[in-house]
């Protein structure tokens, strides 16, 4: 798991540790030291720690103008035990849209397995987004299907024309767009 890294092709875009209103903002990374695991198996230290110690994240670019943020993940997705959602929510997700975000693209090449609970966190995620919304690209497709078992599908959208596998063919802005679009053509706007 340790050559597993976030997406690094978009570091001149966008920074989350130089960025004063990312939750992530100040952060130093120390690449010579792994100290970060999932379940013993040492993670890149570039991953950024959101109170979970099963699921771990990097906010992979914010255009505030747009109110759009990407979100890459690695781990274990658990709900059931470490109620990942609650960690994600607090820690990352509601400082996001305090700061104005309501377009969240969830990238999950790298989540290995969802364990399941309540959905009452992705409820009030997108009750607070009242005109945005939330999409999952890349993520397994046995994770999705646990997201339909639970109902998280009623909050998180993916699948279809969403499930751009190419995702890092595209600049940051450009994927939010075509993403935006795909929304835009569901809801028939």
Known sequence: MHDLIPYENWLKYYK??????????????NFDLYTDNIYGYYIDPAWDYIGSD?????LLYVDYERSTCIIEF????????????????RNVIDPLINEGI??????????????GDD????????????????CAVGFHEHVYQEWKNYGIDSYIDFGGSLEL??????????????????FSKRLGL
């Open 16 to 29: 989350p540790e130089d960025d004063e209103r990312s939750p992530f903002y100040g952060k130093t990374y």
């Open 54 to 58: 099963t699921l771990y994240a990097k």
């Open 74 to 89: 690695i781990g274990e997705w658990n709900d059931a035990i470490t109620n990942d959602s609650m960690h994600l929510k």
């Open 165 to 182: 596998i190419n995702w890092r063919t595209f600049k940051p802005a450009m994927l939010m767009e075509r993403i935006s679009r795909e």
């Open 102 to 115: 309501n377009k969240f693209l969830l990238i999950g090449e790298n989540v290995f397995n969802f364990h």
């Open 119 to 134: 959905d009452s966190y992705y409820e009030e995620w997108f009750d607070d987004i009242e005109d945005g919304w939330i």
